[in-house]
């Protein structure tokens, strides 16, 4: 085969790299959009064109053989090359887009409300959100910038703290004339949902309830698998929620709910932001950053008097 690198097969090569990726032409051709016959095809024109097959087949999956593992690291290093300087080319063309991902919940319930006051600072960026909690690798996809909910490690990333989250009794104006004090609290509809994927120590009642030093919570009470679902219901009317504050602030301003007992649990992960190396630097994103912090400043006003505890 000529080594001219005018000659490189990058259509192949391309195909190859996918093959190697997902160790399966049918998925590899998926990502492509093309059908696993043309992808089949390309790669046997690769391997013809270097004269050595580069995989195993089977009936049903494929391997690398010695060759296939010898020219992957190469290939995959080139093709991240290109896919990164594309990347920057096509930011520079729109630069006044940001791409940004976040928990649905928190792209719900804090800054989904707030979006408009940004669009009117800066009506000249476009946002556009994908609201998830998959793992998203901002090196290679279209991503700008990750809000997400945990610890500081994120090794090789830039990021920062946004909130510090904390969470203690919330329950409608009504309820709260009713269950006065943090022992009513043992007569009150507990609302309960799981923190145990996003948390270290779970924040929940039984921590609450031991800081507090009133021994373990009475049993029973609706169990959500989201807090923004045992948020809603507290909203409504259904019960006590230990709300977390970041997602029940707006509800707290507007008086839908009242957190009257000063007790509350700070875990230990916070909300962060995540991006690529130098890309906070880049004009729309850093006018984005800077907002999100400016509005993280106003949940401090609700934060007076509390009896913060970091160990329960």
């Known amino acids: 085969m000529s080594e001219r690198s005018d000659h490189l097969p990058l259509t192949a ?51 690398l053989n010695e060759a296939g593992l010898r020219l992957l690291p190469g ?30 919940a928190f792209t719900s319930k804090w800054l ?33 910038l990750a809000l997400r909910f945990g610890p ?14 904390w969470l203690t009794p919330m329950m409608t104006p009504a309820l709260a004339a009713r269950f006065t004090s943090p022992e009513s609290l043992r007569e009150a509809p507990l609302l309960h949902h799981d923190e145990r994927a996003f948390m270290r120590r779970p924040a929940d009642w039984a921590g609450w309830f031991r800081a507090a030093g009133l021994g373990p919570p009475p049993s029973g009470g609706a169990q959500f698998s989201q807090a923004d679902h045992a948020l809603d ?17 707006d509800a707290l301003e507007a008086g839908r709910l ?13 909300y962060r932001f995540l991006c690529a190396p130098g890309a906070e630097a880049r004009a729309p994103v850093r006018a984005f950053l800077d ?22």
């Open 13 to 63: 090569l391309r195909a190859f790299e996918a093959a190697a990726r997902h160790l399966s032409f049918q998925n590899a051709a998926a990502e492509l959009g093309v059908t696993p016959a043309a992808l089949s095809f390309q790669i046997r024109q690769l391997e013809e064109a270097l004269g050595q097959a580069l995989f195993e087949r089977s009936h049903r999956a494929v391997h």
């Open 75 to 104: 290939v995959r290093e080139g093709m991240d090359s290109l896919r990164a300087a594309w990347r920057a080319a096509h930011r520079h063309c729109t630069d006044r887009i940001v791409n940004i991902t976040a928990g649905p």
């Open 112 to 144: 989904a409300p707030r979006l408009f006051l940004f669009a009117a600072e800066h009506p000249e960026i476009e946002l556009r959100f994908t609201a998830t909690l998959r793992l998203l690798d901002l090196r290679r996809d279209d991503v700008d």
């Open 152 to 165: 500081d490690r994120h090794e090789g990333l830039s990021s920062g703290q946004l909130l510090r989250e």
């Open 233 to 249: 219901a507290a909203i409504s009317g259904a019960g006590v929620v230990l709300g977390r504050a970041t997602l029940a602030q």
């Open 258 to 270: 009242v957190a009257p007992f000063s007790l509350s649990l700070v875990p230990e992960e916070s």
């Open 291 to 312: 907002w999100l912090m400016a509005e993280a400043a106003r949940i401090s006003a609700q934060e007076a008097g509390r009896d913060f505890r970091s160990d329960w």
